[in-house]
């Protein structure tokens, strides 16, 4: 995915206008294709995908196309634990490769203003979670603790103890540690794999997209506040009328217009009891509003992974992944 | 005679003090056996054990996998009313667990309203997500439950650990029973110990109930991690007594959300599985997806509706001592009564004041996680009063640090039992562990259960890990019981029938190598008998002396190992025969015979494994004179080469010509024209050694002086020796018999290669005898080159059958994982 170089200064900032919001909301068509080449034959593959845009109060899905090739017999659609929707698939006939191909269009509407003002001490957020047992807030326990990619545990909690200073609100602590983590990691696609765990990643202070929102959710977790993995796509860069071989100064890393990858993200859902759960982007130090699509959520990156497979036979085997996610001109 | 310890309640003993009237029947009863019987008797229940192969796997015991299960001569006794209380309370403990599984996999009622601790659930690794919702029959969770028993100074009983996830022990019950009842006839009569039939008749009933969609005779199969599990034993032991399939993960597939067993005939769909897997294990693609033993998509074929699981995946949740401390309240709650038998005393450290309690007294408190279950996140506990003040204070830093992950409990001074040992009688602690199963609406106890003893006077951990003994466990009814019995089922035709089609291919490929193994191991004793009947002619050989011609062949077979050039040439046939260390060596060659014998135990009659056993225990070096050794070799290797066919035949005999027949025969077939072939290949040709008695030596190897002797009355001559064990269908051992025998068992499979074995018969057949046995000169001399280019044909036309057939039937492909392996981001 991309790091976006939000403007410096402003780390608080709660929303980044572009070009393509209309009154109506941003519209964008969503391709994430996911190919798998094998060296020799596969016989079986059983598949779960979480693939499908979650629709929410500000996001609408319009349209999905799922196209698996080899064609399985039979798709079946089924709500997870958390809600998403998720896909499970069977490949029975012998295959040398698997293509999932999912097209969505989606609507984001705007969000409700994220208000610091109402935001109670974090401290009592940490406190009522305990003892309080409505369905909501037991919804929002159930992200406080460890998963299999987070644990907690008093490095994290220090890391977040200079933003979450004594009886500050919740969302005001929060978009501090949003700004630090953006501010003091360096974003470095070759220093991490998906098995590096957070406490390296907290040493060494850099990493991807996933491995911030995997330290974010530590942080937090380990102040006794829920947290949620937040698994989607960022916009992606414009394509160029005329291809320019100099990219701006200010555009963004993978601004070139290339279709790839760089569209999956991933960021952090906080939760606190006035404002509900609010989204936070530590890569790039904003509060996702257009340009943030929401596939699904969960504890951690193994709740929400875009497609996990066991395949009998195959051989060795190839995966390549392309991402877009273009933002719709509203129809006039 | 006192075998009370201070401090400890003993069960010798009546509530109110005086000598219980039933154990003081049973210590006459054992002294009038007399001390010298006695032991005889406690040696033939060991051998008992050791000859149906009971075992217990130790994790990390140099004895590795086959640790002999240890039952102590004297049972434990309970009497009818004491039984009533405890059955009255594990019935009730297994419904109120069943009833707290249902809701934390279903509406979650207990944490809103604050009956259970949230933290127990959700930060509970064995809280299976993608469970939570899953339809279960009758609405039920949990279909086996078993509770630890121990009993306090004053005589209360307690529960010390609850079993959810697979329950092991009962099997184990069982058995001990029986080799109770076979070495002690005479206290069964004199004792009316109450029956454990009922239970699994039981057991099997409940099984069928809870098939999906109502099906009238259910396929239900054992669900096994496999032969390294540490009550592999009790895996197979149970399958065959309650008739059920055992099989590992990969014996099983998910198709169109249905589960197959993968069989020689076939997918055979199944509708129940006894999981005795830890749930987490059991399905990669939705729980833990580094398992190799899972059956990828189970949890959609449970959500479809389409299998049973039992225990339901995610029972294990419960296990976590932490939930006793919530359990009086519970089950006033869920049942409107009060809990029959209290835990032993817990506190979770989640809450504040229990919190505080712990700390204040971690010198007496036992700490465990609370959050374990599952066996990647489970720990040991921690006896706070053997710790150092510095571990103390560091132990009490981590619970503080996170307390809703700890518990803390009582130490339970356990009661003390009788146990005998070489010495007598002593007391050892002793932990029961009580059984139920779902009865309908209700739960039935198995009357007795699994008693198991400290290893040490002084020790308090009973752990058949550590080497614990067991007792048989006898329930006093006021009468004797009829006897009832699942265990002699007289197979009808319909059960042969169906244990043919449920043959996996896992089973069908652990025959074949078993039938190999066998073959390959006779060959080598005959071999080697043939060398020591030659060494033991000519004890004073020179050592610069050529190779005895039997040597030689040997040697040319590749059986004798390296030459160091240093080691006399007696020992290195002793070693080839003897050193299991040794690559190739006959005894390592029994070792794996055994370890095959083993994998296919639920299949092959407990006679032949007996045997097997045995011939495993003798195959060690003899312990002689040096100027004796060849000789006691040769004795060994004839004992030998009795149990082989001892083997072989009760393997062969016993078995039904089913599915499972046919393997064991096809790897015979396959291997015996091997060993035949390379036989030939090592002895004829070259032109015959001057003076040789190698053409006795090869009849003598293939086990045809005889049929030789009867047939031609003569000395041996080449081409009517070649034709005896190349050509002839009519000799068991020819190369020729082989061919044809594999050919007829082969016809009984579709996809087997029936036209490579057809032309390698062909090959046999064609060729004619004068021209097998004619000498050609060469650049080597004179050679049989017709029959060596036949040998060669055979040599490796053999293995390609093997592979073919491998291929075609067997072939076990491992599952990778495809995933969730890339990133979000560009890697």
Same mark, same amino acid.
Request: charged share 25%.
């Given at each position: 995915?991309?790091?976006?170089?939000?403007?410096?200064?402003?780390?608080?900032?709660?929303?980044?206008?572009?070009?393509?919001?209309?009154?109506?909301?941003?519209?964008?068509?969503?391709?994430?294709?996911?190919?798998?080449?094998?060296?020799?034959?596969?016989?079986?593959?059983?598949?779960?995908?979480?693939?499908?845009?979650?629709?929410?109060?500000?996001?609408?899905?319009?349209?999905?196309?799922?196209?698996?090739?080899?064609?399985?017999?039979?798709?079946?659609?089924?709500?997870?634990?958390?809600?998403?929707?998720?896909?499970?698939?069977?490949?029975?006939?012998?295959?040398?490769?698997?293509?999932?191909?999912?097209?969505?269009?989606?609507?984001?509407?705007?969000?409700?203003?994220?208000?610091?003002?109402?935001?109670?001490?974090?401290?009592?957020?940490?406190?009522?979670?305990?003892?309080?047992?409505?369905?909501?807030?037991?919804?929002?326990?159930?992200?406080?603790?460890?998963?299999?990619?987070?644990?907690?545990?008093?490095?994290?909690?220090?890391?977040?103890?200079?933003?979450?200073?004594?009886?500050?609100?919740?969302?005001?602590?929060?978009?501090?540690?949003?700004?630090?983590?953006?501010?003091?990691?360096?974003?470095?696609?070759?220093?991490?794999?998906?098995?590096?765990?957070?406490?390296?990643?907290?040493?060494?202070?850099?990493?991807?997209?996933?491995?911030?929102?995997?330290?974010?959710?530590?942080?937090?977790?380990?102040?006794?506040?829920?947290?949620?993995? !937040?698994?989607?796509?960022?916009?992606?860069?414009?394509?160029?009328?005329?291809?320019?071989?100099?990219?701006?100064?200010?555009?963004?890393?993978?601004?070139?217009?290339? !279709?790839?990858?760089?569209?999956?993200?991933?960021?952090?859902?906080?939760?606190?009891?006035?404002?509900?759960?609010?989204?936070?982007?530590?890569?790039?130090?904003?509060?996702?509003?257009?340009?943030?699509?929401?596939?699904?959520?969960?504890?951690?990156?193994?709740?929400?992974?875009?497609?996990?497979?066991?395949?009998?036979?195959?051989?060795?085997?190839?995966?390549?992944?392309?991402?877009?996610?273009?933002?719709?001109?509203?129809?006039? | 005679?006192?075998?009370?310890?201070?401090?400890?309640?003993?069960?010798?003993?009546?509530?109110?003090?005086?000598?219980?009237?039933?154990?003081?029947?049973?210590?006459?009863?054992?002294?009038?056996?007399?001390?010298?019987?006695?032991?005889?008797?406690?040696?033939?229940?060991?051998?008992?054990?050791?000859?149906?192969?009971?075992?217990?796997?130790?994790?990390?015991?140099?004895?590795?996998?086959?640790?002999?299960?240890?039952?102590?001569?004297? *049972?434990?006794?309970?009497?009818?009313?004491?039984?009533?209380?405890?059955?009255?309370?594990?019935?009730?403990?297994?419904?109120?667990?069943?009833?707290?599984?249902?809701?934390?996999?279903?509406?979650?009622? =207990?944490?809103?309203?604050?009956?259970?601790?949230?933290?127990?659930?959700?930060?509970?690794?064995?809280?299976?997500?993608? &469970?939570?919702?899953?339809?279960?029959?009758?609405?039920?969770?949990?279909?086996? /439950?078993?509770?630890?028993?121990?009993?306090?100074?004053?005589?209360?009983?307690?529960?010390?650990?609850?079993?959810?996830?697979?329950?092991?022990?009962?099997?184990?019950?069982?058995?001990?029973?029986?080799?109770?009842?076979?070495?002690?006839?005479?206290?069964?009569?004199?004792?009316?110990?109450?029956?454990?039939?009922?239970?699994?008749?039981? /057991?099997?009933?409940?099984?069928?109930?809870?098939?999906?969609?109502?099906?009238?005779?259910?396929?239900?199969?054992?669900?096994?991690?496999?032969? /390294?599990?540490?009550?592999?034993?009790?895996?197979?032991?149970?399958?065959?007594?309650?008739?059920?399939?055992?099989?590992?993960?990969?014996?099983?597939?998910?198709?169109?959300?249905?589960?197959?067993?993968?069989?020689?005939?076939?997918?055979?769909?199944?509708?129940?599985?006894?999981?005795? +897997?830890?749930?987490?294990? &059991?399905?990669?693609?939705?729980?833990?997806?580094?398992?190799?033993?899972?059956?990828?998509?189970?949890?959609?074929?449970?959500?479809?509706?389409?299998?049973?699981?039992?225990?339901?995946?995610?029972?294990?949740?419960?296990?976590?001592?932490?939930?006793?401390?919530?359990?009086?309240?519970?089950?006033?709650?869920?049942?409107?009564?009060?809990?029959?038998?209290?835990?032993?005393?817990?506190?979770?450290?989640?809450?504040?004041?229990?919190?505080?309690?712990?700390?204040?007294?971690?010198?007496?408190?036992?700490?465990?996680?609370?959050?374990?279950?599952?066996?990647?996140?489970?720990?040991?506990?921690?006896?706070?009063?053997?710790?150092?003040?510095?571990?103390?204070?560091?132990?009490?830093?981590?619970?503080?640090?996170?307390?809703?992950?700890?518990?803390?409990?009582?130490?339970?001074?356990?009661?003390?039992?009788?146990?005998?040992?070489?010495?007598?009688?002593?007391?050892?602690?002793?932990?029961?562990?009580?059984?139920?199963?779902?009865?309908?609406?209700?739960?039935?106890?198995?009357?007795?259960?699994?008693?198991?003893?400290?290893?040490?006077?002084?020790?308090?951990?009973?752990?058949?890990?550590?080497?614990?003994?067991?007792?048989?466990?006898?329930?006093?009814?006021?009468?004797?019981? *009829?006897?009832?019995?699942?265990?002699?089922?007289?197979?009808?035709?319909?059960?042969?029938?169906?244990?043919?089609?449920?043959?996996?291919?896992?089973?069908?490929?652990?025959?074949?190598?078993?039938?190999?193994?066998?073959?390959?191991?006779?060959?080598?004793?005959?071999?080697?008998?043939?060398?020591?009947?030659?060494?033991?002619?000519?004890?004073?050989?020179?050592?610069?002396?050529?190779?005895?011609?039997?040597?030689?062949?040997?040697?040319?077979?590749?059986?004798?190992?390296?030459?160091?050039?240093?080691?006399?040439?007696?020992?290195?046939?002793?070693?080839?025969?003897?050193?299991?260390?040794?690559?190739?060596?006959?005894?390592?060659?029994?070792?794996?015979?055994?370890?095959?014998?083993?994998?296919?135990?639920?299949?092959?009659? @407990?006679?032949?494994?007996?045997?097997?056993?045995?011939?495993? +225990?003798?195959?060690?070096?003899?312990?002689?004179?040096?100027?004796?050794?060849?000789?006691?070799?040769?004795?060994?290797?004839?004992?030998?080469?009795?149990?082989?066919?001892?083997?072989?035949?009760?393997?062969?005999?016993?078995?039904?010509?089913?599915?499972?027949? +046919?393997?064991?025969?096809?790897?015979?077939? =396959?291997?015996?024209?091997? +060993?035949?072939?390379?036989?030939?290949?090592?002895?004829?040709?070259?032109?015959?050694?001057?003076?040789?008695?190698?053409?006795?030596?090869?009849?003598?190897?293939?086990?045809?002086?005889?049929?030789?002797?009867?047939?031609?009355?003569?000395?041996?001559?080449?081409?009517?020796? =070649?034709?005896?064990?190349?050509?002839?269908?009519?000799? @068991?051992?020819?190369?020729?018999?082989?061919?044809?025998?594999?050919?007829?068992?082969?016809?009984?499979?579709?996809?087997?290669?029936?036209?490579?074995?057809?032309?390698?018969?062909?090959?046999?057949?064609?060729?004619?005898?004068?021209?097998?046995?004619?000498?050609?000169?060469?650049?080597?001399?004179?050679?049989?080159?017709?029959?060596?280019?036949? =040998?060669?044909?055979?040599?490796?036309?053999?293995?390609?059958?093997?592979?073919?057939?491998?291929?075609?039937?067997?072939?076990?492909?491992?599952?990778?994982?495809?995933?969730?392996?890339?990133?979000?981001?560009?890697?």
């Amino acid at each position: 995915m991309t790091q976006n170089d939000a403007p410096n200064g402003t780390q608080a900032s709660t929303a980044n206008a572009t070009p393509s919001s209309g009154p109506h909301g941003t519209r964008y068509d969503v391709v994430h294709e996911t190919r798998y080449a094998y060296s020799e034959a596969a016989f079986t593959s059983h598949n779960v995908a979480h693939l499908m845009p979650r629709a929410t109060d500000w996001q609408r899905l319009e349209g999905l196309e799922l196209r698996i090739d080899p064609s399985p017999p039979t798709v079946q659609w089924q709500p997870d634990y958390f809600g998403n929707d998720v896909v499970f698939f069977t490949i029975l006939e012998p295959h040398d490769k698997l293509v999932v191909r999912v097209e969505s269009s989606v609507e984001l509407l705007p969000r409700p203003e994220l208000s610091l003002t109402q935001s109670p001490a974090w401290e009592d957020v940490a406190t009522r979670l305990r003892s309080d047992r409505d369905e909501t807030t037991l919804h929002a326990y159930e992200m406080a603790f460890e998963s299999p990619f987070v644990p907690r545990g008093e490095p994290f909690a220090d890391y977040a103890r200079a933003s979450f200073t004594a009886g500050r609100p919740l969302a005001k602590a929060l978009l501090d540690l949003n700004a630090r983590i953006h501010r003091e990691f360096r974003y470095d696609p070759e220093a991490t794999t998906l098995a590096t765990p957070i406490a390296q990643v907290l040493e060494e202070r850099h990493g991807v997209c996933q491995d911030f929102a995997h330290l974010m959710i530590g942080c937090l977790r380990s102040l006794g506040l829920p947290a949620r993995y !937040v698994s989607g796509y960022l916009r992606s860069a414009d394509p160029k009328p005329d291809a320019d071989p100099q990219p701006d100064a200010d555009a963004e890393p993978g601004a070139e217009g290339l !279709v790839g990858s760089e569209a999956s993200h991933a960021w952090v859902s906080a939760w606190c009891p006035e404002n509900g759960w609010i989204d936070v982007d530590p890569t790039n130090d904003v509060v996702p509003s257009d340009r943030h699509i929401v596939l699904g959520w969960g504890r951690d990156y193994d709740d929400v992974s875009p497609l996990k497979g066991v395949t009998l036979g195959g051989g060795a085997h190839t995966v390549s992944v392309e991402v877009s996610a273009r933002p719709i001109e509203a129809s006039p | 005679m006192n075998l009370a310890v201070e401090g400890h309640w003993d069960e010798t003993v009546r509530p109110d003090g005086a000598p219980s009237p039933a154990w003081r029947q049973l210590m006459d009863a054992l002294q009038g056996l007399g001390r010298r019987e006695l032991l005889l008797r406690w040696e033939r229940a060991r051998q008992l054990l050791e000859d149906n192969g009971v075992t217990y796997n130790v994790y990390g015991d140099p004895r590795g996998v086959d640790r002999p299960w240890q039952l102590d001569a004297v *049972p434990m006794l309970l009497d009818a009313d004491e039984w009533a209380g405890i059955e009255a309370a594990v019935s009730q403990r297994a419904e109120l667990l069943d009833r707290i599984l249902g809701d934390v996999y279903g509406p979650q009622r =207990l944490l809103r309203e604050d009956a259970l601790p949230p933290e127990l659930v959700f930060a509970h690794p064995g809280f299976l997500r993608p &469970c939570h919702g899953l339809a279960v029959p009758g609405g039920r969770h949990l279909h086996v /439950y078993a509770a630890d028993l121990a009993r306090s100074p004053d005589g209360q009983w307690w529960v010390i650990a609850d079993r959810s996830q697979a329950p092991s022990g009962a099997g184990y019950a069982l058995e001990n029973r029986v080799v109770m009842s076979r070495v002690m006839p005479e206290l069964f009569r004199q004792f009316p110990v109450r029956r454990l039939a009922n239970y699994f008749q039981t /057991y099997q009933e409940s099984l069928r109930r809870i098939a999906p969609e109502g099906r009238e005779s259910p396929r239900i199969v054992l669900l096994t991690p496999g032969p /390294y599990n540490e009550t592999y034993f009790e895996h197979a032991y149970l399958s065959r007594y309650l008739g059920l399939t055992l099989a590992e993960g990969g014996d099983l597939t998910v198709r169109d959300e249905r589960v197959y067993l993968k069989t020689l005939s076939g997918l055979q769909q199944v509708d129940v599985i006894l999981r005795r +897997q830890d749930a987490d294990f &059991c399905d990669p693609l939705e729980l833990w997806g580094e398992s190799a033993l899972g059956i990828p998509g189970l949890v959609q074929a449970v959500r479809a509706g389409r299998v049973t699981v039992a225990n339901a995946l995610g029972s294990g949740l419960i296990e976590t001592s932490a939930i006793m401390a919530f359990l009086p309240s519970l089950c006033r709650k869920l049942l409107g009564e009060e809990l029959r038998m209290p835990s032993v005393a817990t506190w979770w450290c989640g809450h504040p004041r229990e919190l505080d309690h712990t700390l204040a007294h971690l010198d007496q408190l036992v700490l465990k996680p609370a959050l374990a279950g599952s066996p990647r996140a489970s720990g040991e506990p921690v006896f706070g009063g053997e710790l150092s003040a510095a571990e103390r204070d560091a132990l009490a830093e981590r619970i503080r640090a996170r307390p809703h992950g700890w518990v803390a409990q009582e130490k339970v001074a356990l009661s003390t039992v009788p146990t005998g040992d070489e010495d007598g009688l002593q007391p050892r602690h002793m932990v029961l562990r009580v059984y139920a199963v779902t009865d309908g609406d209700g739960w039935f106890v198995l009357p007795g259960g699994l008693t198991r003893v400290s290893s040490t006077r002084d020790s308090l951990v009973v752990s058949s890990q550590r080497g614990g003994a067991s007792k048989d466990t006898w329930v006093l009814a006021p009468a004797h019981e *009829p006897y009832v019995s699942l265990l002699p089922k007289a197979p009808g035709p319909g059960d042969v029938a169906r244990s043919s089609l449920s043959l996996t291919s896992r089973v069908a490929d652990n025959l074949l190598w078993l039938g190999r193994g066998s073959e390959r191991v006779e060959a080598g004793v005959r071999l080697f008998r043939a060398v020591f009947r030659e060494l033991s002619d000519e004890p004073l050989r020179p050592a610069d002396a050529p190779l005895p011609d039997a040597v030689e062949v040997v040697d040319r077979m590749g059986r004798l190992g390296a030459d160091e050039g240093e080691a006399p040439l007696e020992d290195r046939v002793l070693a080839a025969v003897f050193d299991r260390e040794q690559p190739g060596s006959l005894a390592a060659s029994i070792a794996e015979l055994h370890r095959l014998a083993w994998l296919a135990r639920d299949r092959i009659s @407990p006679d032949s494994w007996r045997v097997l056993s045995r011939l495993d +225990q003798e195959f060690t070096a003899p312990t002689v004179h040096p100027a004796l050794r060849a000789s006691a070799a040769l004795q060994t290797l004839d004992r030998s080469l009795l149990q082989v066919a001892a083997f072989t035949g009760l393997a062969v005999e016993s078995m039904t010509r089913t599915l499972a027949w +046919q393997f064991l025969e096809i790897g015979r077939r =396959l291997e015996r024209a091997t +060993q035949g072939v390379e036989l030939l290949q090592a002895t004829l040709l070259e032109a015959l050694p001057e003076d040789s008695r190698r053409l006795e030596t090869l009849l003598d190897s293939a086990d045809s002086s005889m049929t030789y002797r009867a047939r031609y009355r003569a000395s041996a001559e080449l081409p009517l020796v =070649l034709d005896l064990l190349l050509v002839d269908e009519l000799n @068991p051992r020819s190369v020729g018999y082989q061919l044809s025998g594999l050919d007829e068992r082969l016809r009984a499979l579709h996809r087997a290669p029936h036209d490579a074995v057809r032309a390698l018969l062909a090959r046999v057949r064609e060729t004619p005898l004068d021209e097998l046995a004619a000498l050609e000169p060469t650049e080597d001399g004179p050679r049989r080159t017709t029959l060596e280019s036949v =040998l060669r044909d055979l040599a490796t036309g053999l293995p390609e059958i093997a592979n073919a057939l491998n291929q075609a039937y067997l072939s076990h492909s491992l599952q990778r994982r495809q995933g969730p392996g890339f990133r979000p981001e560009p890697a």
